[in-house]
């Protein structure tokens, strides 16, 4: 269980996001609340408050940045895309979740024999939805988006695009620290900081050394985290001038040797495929590998469906490089089938939230599956709609960056902007094996859909970037130092 620290962690981040507002640029304050918050605080501890969602960090940080735009900065957040594509996935994304409730409100009978004398049944329920999850199920949602309008906002510029690679390369370098500790010690951290341990510490083990976690929900978040990290560094390396670029060259080869030290194969392949990529092509070359691995994303489902996945040929391939790697794999594409057949029971909808979209047993209500991928949680929880809700409002800006870049010449785009959507994309990669979907993700689609709007409506009034604070509205705070912001 969580300690009293966990809790008072998660009351005093509005206090830190306040302070990040006073202090920072508009920009650097909204990175830095919702990143910092995904890295310090407390995984799985949450306040459950009555009628509405439970609170956790990543929506405590959302709302707290919320509300910080809105009434430190002054600055209005527009809820409304000024494409239609994405005006609809939004649309579908609220009420396709109205339309999961409704169609779930049957509870879920269970029963159980008990070996007494005299045998006894006994019946349990997983309860079915009704208008309270409504008022529960609408709220979350809002908070899931928030990062997302928050990125649509104020980071669509190319200076708002630089402002997210530094804040994962500089966060990758500071959590680079008690990651690597814990490769030495085991992942102990939380436990002495926070007083439990969040996952299966057996799978922080790997041969004969250790996964980091430090705060995060699993060592793959970690893992997954560092890779993008090393891309960033790699970034802004090639973007550099002088002692510059020998500074970020030396910190991308220091992360690359820490995602090897985090022992995830997936990530390990995405930073080893993806880094010589982003400093070897060119920008129209990265948003078209971006668009080709988001479309495999979004059809995963349906190539899965259709037997186009080749998933024996590449447990065979795993198996090759590591039993241990291809067993892991193997009970993710069994657990996979079985929630595909639970899911197929209620295919539009899905089965809603309690836990109605695991593969229970039916003499006992015992938990038969676990889930992995984002993608089949989505699709077992809201079903296909939800499924294409959520997977288009993340694919969608790179899709329509893919667009806009036709008839642009490669010095118009944004190198920063190619990065990013390569980062959005990778991430999109990731979520088919695991729930690594965080609020940073969702500020990164915001603010490629943001950039994109730019392009489309030069005219279109945005973000001053040379402003050393909120743009036309007022200046609060002291003024950062010279010296860091001409390191950075």
Not at 81 to 95: D, E, M, N
Request: glycine share 8%.
């Amino acid at each position: 269980m969580p300690n009293s620290l966990a809790y008072l962690m998660l009351m005093l981040w509005p206090v830190v996001t306040l302070l990040l507002f006073l202090r920072l640029t508009l920009e650097r304050a909204l990175i830095w609340s919702l990143l910092g918050g995904y890295l310090l605080l407390p995984p799985v501890a949450e306040f459950d408050p009555p009628l509405f969602p439970s609170m956790n960090k990543h929506s405590i940080a959302s709302v707290s940045a919320f509300l910080a735009c809105l009434f430190v900065a002054r600055r209005p957040v527009a809820l409304w895309s000024r494409s239609w594509l994405v005006r609809l996935l939004l649309i579908t994304f609220l009420l396709g979740a109205v339309a999961t409730v409704l169609t779930n409100g049957d509870p879920l009978l269970f029963h159980a024999i008990e070996n007494t004398e005299p045998i006894r049944i006994v019946r349990f329920a997983l309860p079915g939805m009704g208008l309270r999850d409504l008022l529960s199920v609408l709220i979350a949602q809002l908070i899931v988006l928030l990062p997302f309008f928050l990125g649509r906002a104020f980071l669509g510029t190319d200076r708002g695009m630089r402002e997210l690679l530094l804040g994962l390369a500089i966060g990758g370098l500071i959590y680079s620290v008690p990651a690597l500790l814990e490769t030495v010690i085991s992942p102990v951290l939380n436990i002495w900081i926070y007083g439990f341990f969040q996952h299966d510490f057996a799978q922080m083990i790997r041969g004969d050394g250790y996964r980091p976690i430090v705060f995060l929900q699993h060592g793959l978040w970690v893992a997954l985290f560092m890779a993008t990290a090393l891309i960033s560094a790699a970034a802004l390396a090639r973007r550099a001038t002088d002692k510059a670029r020998s500074a970020w060259a030396m910190a991308a080869v220091f992360l690359g040797l820490v995602v090897l030290a985090c022992k995830s194969l997936a990530s390990i392949v995405l930073g080893a495929v993806l880094t010589p990529f982003v400093l070897l092509f060119g920008n129209k070359a990265k948003i078209r590998l971006a668009v080709l691995i988001a479309v495999l994303a979004v059809t995963y489902p349906m190539l899965r469906n259709n037997g186009l996945i080749p998933m024996d040929r590449i447990i065979e391939q795993s198996a090759a490089i590591s039993e241990e790697r291809a067993q892991s794999l193997y009970f993710r594409v069994e657990n996979e089938e079985l929630l595909l057949d639970r899911a197929h029971e209620k295919p539009w909808f899905g089965w809603g939230s309690w836990g109605r979209n695991l593969v229970m047993d039916p003499g006992g209500g015992g938990i038969l599956t676990v889930p992995d991928g984002n993608w089949i949680i989505v699709f077992g929880t809201f079903g296909w709609v939800g499924y294409i809700a959520q997977m288009g409002l993340l694919a969608a800006p790179i899709l329509l960056l893919g667009r806009q870049m036709q008839g642009m010449r490669e010095g118009e785009i944004s190198p920063h902007a190619a990065t990013v959507v390569i980062i959005l994309a990778a991430t999109l990669a990731d979520m088919l094996l695991n729930d690594t979907l965080i609020n940073y993700t969702w500020l990164c689609a915001g603010a490629v859909l943001g950039h994109v709007e730019r392009l489309r409506n030069p005219d279109l009034q945005m973000h001053r970037a040379g402003h050393p604070r909120f743009g036309d509205g007022p200046i609060i705070g002291a003024q950062p130092k010279r010296n860091l912001r001409s390191l950075l």
